[in-house]
């Protein structure tokens, strides 16, 4: 893949348009991207192990804002495409609908849903984000800004609270 690269700015792309311009096809998940493009030799084997935990942590964080959009791949000065840094990275779960406020508890299958993520990304990868989201966790717990009732509510989401 190429683009025009000048030389203020830093090449940016999607996942979602990874997945439309090189394959065709705009449904696949965030893993499947990363993994053909490393088979393909487009995507460093240190950015895939960096994808699977980031996996992890959006799981583990009740982040189910994930689509393809939210992924992006940056490419640096010599040209090559390395994983952009996370963002959009919230417990987007809990987020409000209306007059509705954070009183949504995890649907009977996330148990199911975690154990198999754990399953397919590997143990390595799974204590690496569940590492990073109990730091997250625990910071968010510290800080004065969050209220005790949203804390209440993100705790029934997080399997190790």
């Known amino acids: 893949m190429t683009m025009y690269r000048p030389t203020c700015r830093i090449g940016m792309v999607s996942f979602w348009c990874v997945a439309v311009t090189l394959w065709g096809e705009a449904d696949l998940d965030r893993l499947e991207v990363g993994e053909r493009l490393h088979r393909e030799g487009r995507l460093p084997l240190d950015d895939l192990e960096t994808l699977r935990t980031r996996v992890a942590l959006d799981a583990l964080l009740a982040n189910t804002d994930t689509h393809l959009w939210n992924y992006s791949l940056l490419e640096d000065e010599a040209g090559v495409w390395r994983l952009s840094p996370s963002y959009d990275l919230l417990p987007m779960a809990l987020s409000p609908h209306g007059a509705e406020l954070f009183d949504r508890p995890p649907p ?43 804390l209440d509510a993100w705790r029934l989401w997080l399997p190790f609270a």
């Open 108 to 150: 009977p299958r996330r148990s199911r849903f975690l154990a198999e993520l754990r399953e397919r990304l590997g143990e390595d990868h799974w204590s690496r984000g569940e590492a990073i989201a109990k730091e997250i966790w625990n910071r968010a717990r510290e800080d004065a800004n969050i209220t005790s009732g949203f």
